[in-house]
């Protein structure tokens, strides 16, 4: 079996969610300490220049605590810029007029949610439910076996492969065990000249749409 250990996110990257699509089981490492260098708050876009952030904001107080207690910052008025560079990144991106409505409906809906794990896992169904994939995930808080070192939750849980976040060893711990969820990211048009691996599955959806499944085929 495979064990894929990350920490939740809104809209993971390719490399994630291929690690999300091979894995037997999914945890998601609530219980970690929560991190800025993290993606739990944030996705990464393509724009001209090349790439960009676009970040949720959390309260302050909370930082330092695990990532099940951190709650989004209601307070900040960061909606407007945050809609503002996926408008203006993707505006001319194939699908983008198809799931405009239904995405600003999405984003929208944060402020229903007081903490930030419970919108991830929200946002995060929908863009499956876009992608017309099913995927189960774990909490680590509720996984009997869960260790903050991978090793041991893979031995614990039984597991052959161990696939971990990538590129996040400046807020997860490693393992020389791990394996790469994708060996060669593919690569598909973006809205702007070039490719640029690394970008969050809206990317995937808003220049593929429909037919990302041609691209979701290349990460089992």
Not at 24 to 44: P, Q, Y
Not at 96 to 124: G, T
Not at 167 to 177: A, D, F, G
Request: aromatic residues 14%; glycine residues 4%; hydrophobic residues 40%.
């Amino acid at each position: 079996m495979n064990v894929a250990i990350l920490t939740p996110q809104f809209a993971p990257n390719l490399y994630d969610l291929a690690s999300v699509l091979k894995a037997g089981r999914v945890v998601l490492a609530d219980v970690e300490k929560w991190s800025r260098k993290g993606r739990t708050h944030r996705a990464r876009i393509r724009n001209e220049e090349g790439v960009q952030w676009i970040n949720l904001p959390v309260v302050a107080e909370d930082r330092k605590k695990p990532i099940k207690y951190v709650r989004l910052d209601h307070s900040q008025r960061w909606f407007e810029s945050f809609w503002n560079a996926i408008h203006h990144n993707y505006k001319n991106a194939t699908w983008f007029d198809f799931y405009e409505d239904e995405l600003f409906a999405d984003f929208s809906k944060v402020n229903e949610f007081e903490y930030l794990l419970e919108f991830n896992q929200h946002f995060f169904k929908k863009l499956c439910t876009y992608f017309e994939i099913e995927v189960s995930t774990e909490l680590a808080s509720s996984v009997e076996g869960y260790s903050t070192f991978p090793d041991e939750t893979a031995k614990n849980l039984n597991a052959h492969v161990l696939l971990l976040e990538y590129q996040s060893k400046n807020y997860q711990r490693q393992s020389l065990h791990a394996v790469a969820s994708l060996e060669e990211h593919p690569v598909y048009t973006q809205s702007y000249p070039g490719f640029v691996s690394g970008c969050s599955s809206l990317d995937l959806l808003l220049n593929v749409g429909p037919e990302s499944y041609r691209i979701l085929e290349k990460l089992w």
